[in-house]
């Protein structure tokens, strides 16, 4: 089944930090974004609910907790907190194996049901014990019940925004696993793309030297070629 990356993911939105998929088919719509209300937790680092000491305040994502009001301070980037959503899935005896996809900002640690799935970068309260890491991770699962509870870590003393800027992605290993891949063909592609123009224009300059408009154009390229390698996948840390 094929996924594209231009999709709307948003047709359930998380409320009140539950999101409600019990009328999901995962065979139509492998693939949702877990956009919405979650519990937020300012200075806290929770991993089960069993942990919860504090009354929730919610947040909805994607967004940046910065200018947030908590406690009577506003809050800027730096900080750390954990933020929570309760999923209800459909009532089947056979659920499927499913993955999540997590993007930070700066780094951040997924817990699925009190299970640690993945650690991005490293996760600390202060900028010494803190290493941010960027890189999105993708993360495979199986549940039981009909029921789970998200929890995701994040720190951040590096970015002058703090919280989640893009949105989680759920869904089937398989149905989540194609999407990814979408994308990264079509960065690949767009990179493929520029290293070509990039090699021309040196070919040009090479044959014609006093012509300095190539190389001009070519150190543009490169600069372009660089960034779009260093943003979104993250594809300059596989090369």
């Known amino acids: ?23 999901w088919n995962s065979d139509l719509e492998p693939v949702i974004s877990l956009d919405g209300t979650w519990e937020f937790y300012w200075n806290e680092l929770y991993s089960d609910s069993s942990q919860v000491t504090i009354k929730q305040d919610y947040i909805n994502l994607p967004s940046s907790w910065n200018n947030r009001i908590i406690n009577d301070q506003k809050l800027n980037g730096s900080g750390f ?14 659920l499927p194996t499913f993955a999540i996809r997590v993007k930070p900002l700066t780094n951040c640690k997924v ?14 309260q202060n900028f010494m014990n803190s290493v941010p890491d960027t890189r999105p991770s993708f993360s495979t699962f199986v549940v039981d019940k ?31 696993f194609k999407y990814i891949q979408n994308i990264r063909s079509r960065d690949d592609f767009i990179l493929g ?4 123009v990039i090699l021309y224009h040196i070919g040009l300059y090479l044959i014609r030297r006093n012509e300095t408009l190539s190389i001009q154009f070519t150190i543009l390229v ?4 660089l ?10 840390a596989d090369y």
């Open 222 to 225: 490169v600069l372009i070629f």
């Open 111 to 124: 817990f699925v049901n009190s299970r640690e799935l993945s650690c991005i970068g490293e996760l600390g």
């Open 146 to 176: 009909s029921e789970l509870e998200i929890f995701i870590q994040v720190s951040n003393f590096h970015h002058r925004k703090g919280g989640f800027l893009y949105s989680v992605y759920f869904g089937t290993e398989q149905g989540l």
């Open 193 to 196: 793309f520029l290293f070509f």
């Open 81 to 94: 907190a954990t933020f929570k959503l309760k999923i209800l899935l459909p009532e089947k005896k056979l």
């Open 1 to 23: 089944m094929f996924v594209s990356c231009k999709r709307d993911f948003t047709t359930y939105k998380a409320e009140a930090g539950v999101l409600d998929l019990r009328n």
């Open 227 to 236: 960034r779009a390698a260093s943003t979104g996948e993250k594809l300059l």
